[in-house]
């Protein structure tokens, strides 16, 4: 059972920057698709972001795309999201998931076998 644990969340006003860290405990991670996905109240997950195993691709949604990174530090089994020019429709609970089946990017969050626990993402207008 592969554990993810996302962190960095918090409140932040319009315009402002966040950064989520996504910390797995298995190092099996290293050779896997990571991907970020939110889902905002009365709303389905929707894909934000997803990572190749080797980090060298990368894929964003239209909406985060020139303002979100993603990154991954496989020597730590870390993924992170960096978050800038946040707006209000930023606003979600983030999670972090990993996709042992592929090494490339995925954006379906049908095809991710692990998921975290989420962490609440607030912009204020």
């Known amino acids: 059972q592969v554990q993810l644990v996302e962190t960095g969340g918090g409140l932040v006003q319009a315009g402002g920057s966040l950064r989520l860290s996504c910390a797995a405990s298995e190092r099996t991670i290293s050779a896997s698709t ?3 996905f939110r889902q905002a109240p009365g709303k389905e997950r929707e894909f934000v972001a997803t990572i190749s195993a080797s980090g060298r691709s990368t894929r964003y949604a239209d909406s985060v795309k020139g303002r979100f990174t993603i990154s991954r530090d496989n020597a730590k ?3 992170y999201l960096q978050m800038n020019s946040l707006t209000p429709e930023d606003t979600a609970v983030y999670y972090c998931a990993v996709d042992f089946n592929t090494i490339f990017t995925r954006s379906d969050p049908g095809e991710y076998d692990y998921w975290g626990q989420g962490t ?5 207008s």
């Open 77 to 79: 089994n870390t993924v």
């Open 34 to 36: 990571m991907g970020w």
């Open 120 to 124: 609440q993402v607030t912009v204020s």
